[in-house]
């Protein structure tokens, strides 16, 4: 496999590689894509809580049930639990 990076990440990897922390380029990226997979994961959990909120709100509203729960409100609550969890 190829990759192409900017200058900028080029020097960005050569970095991490001179801190003594990681031996080549692979060690760089292959850890690169690990973060980027990790963060997925919980962008994906975040979603799906957020998603199933929705849901309940929506049954709430259709039985005639209000809350003074802000949308603000459930993120903060999802974030925490995602935090939580994780």
Not at 25 to 44: P, W
């Amino acid at each position: 496999m190829h990759v192409s990076l900017t200058d900028r990440l080029e020097e960005f990897v050569r970095e991490k590689i001179n801190s003594g922390f990681y031996k080549n380029a692979s060690e760089v990226i292959s850890e690169a894509l690990r973060l980027m997979e990790q963060n997925d994961r919980l962008h994906q959990i975040k979603l799906d809580r957020l998603r199933k909120a929705v849901r309940i709100g929506d049954v709430q509203y259709a039985r005639g049930e209000f809350s003074t729960r802000t949308i603000d409100d459930i993120i903060a609550d999802n974030e925490a639990a995602v935090k939580r969890d994780c």
